[in-house]
């Protein structure tokens, strides 16, 4: 099959953790024969090749990341331009997030299978994962820990169209941590956590202030 992707991130493609995901999807999809075409929603200039390709597709394949609990407003924008189909394609979803707990992608995972209806699409399923925060941070083999096994995931939606399996299903992860993990958790956040999120604010995204710094505060 030839599949349509849409990445939905609001993110330039270099430097956009989506992307790096859809690299090693797309390597499991077409060593299964298929074809693709990938456009970016964060690069408005594409806005009329998208909407023209999203009116041919008979696949389409969006993948998006979590922004504040849901899609990203940009994606929701240009949803608004779209003419919807006449239930004459398929459609499935990638969501991803940066925190690992499933759960908090599945009001997101609900919101598309929504929006499969609205958009006139059948609905094919939604791939979830999370822990996804790192990888723009990462180089080489250290990010491909955390991309290749999309590799996987590539293939069965490269064979099976959809993400309905057992595979794809257990490919979320936790769904929540167990009360001791989060103690753990909340511990590591609050003291290694936080020196490494300061550092790389500092050191990468050029921040001159602590994170934690509340200037308005009393
Ligand atoms: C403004 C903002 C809001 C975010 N909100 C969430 C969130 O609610 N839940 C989550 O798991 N990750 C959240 N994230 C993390 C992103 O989903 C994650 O880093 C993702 O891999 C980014 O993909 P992208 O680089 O393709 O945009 C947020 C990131 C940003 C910048």
């Not at 797309?26 to 909407?51: A, C, M, P």
């Not at 759960?103 to 006139?120: D, F, P």
């Not at 069965?156 to 941590?177: D, L, M, Q, S, V």
């Amino acid at each position: 099959m030839h599949v349509l992707i849409i990445n939905g991130s609001p993110r330039v493609k270099k430097y956009s953790n989506t992307d790096k995901i859809l690299k090693k999807f797309t390597d499991g999809l077409v060593s299964e024969g298929n074809t693709f075409e990938q456009y970016e929603v964060s690069d408005r200039k594409q806005w009329d090749s998208i909407r023209k390709a999203f009116s041919e597709a008979e696949n389409i394949l969006m993948a998006i990341p979590l922004y504040v609990e849901n899609i990203p407003g940009l994606l929701l924008e240009f949803l608004e331009t779209v003419t919807p189909r006449k239930n004459d394609a398929d459609i499935a979803f990638i969501i991803q997030g940066g925190f690992a707990e499933a759960s908090q992608l599945r009001c997101g995972e609900e919101y598309l299978e929504m929006l499969s209806r609205n958009l006139g699409c059948e609905y094919r399923g939604t791939l979830v994962k999370g822990d996804n925060f790192s990888i723009r941070f990462f180089e080489g083999k250290k990010q491909d820990m955390v991309t290749g096994p999309y590799q996987r995931m590539g293939e069965i939606y490269g064979k099976e169209g959809n993400f309905f399996g057992e595979e794809c299903k257990a490919f979320a992860g936790p769904e929540t941590f167990p009360p001791h993990m989060r103690v753990f958790l909340g511990i590591i956040f609050n003291t290694v956590g936080k020196i490494m999120f300061n550092k790389i604010a500092r050191d990468s995204l050029g921040c001159k202030e602590p994170l934690d710094l509340r200037p308005y505060g009393t």
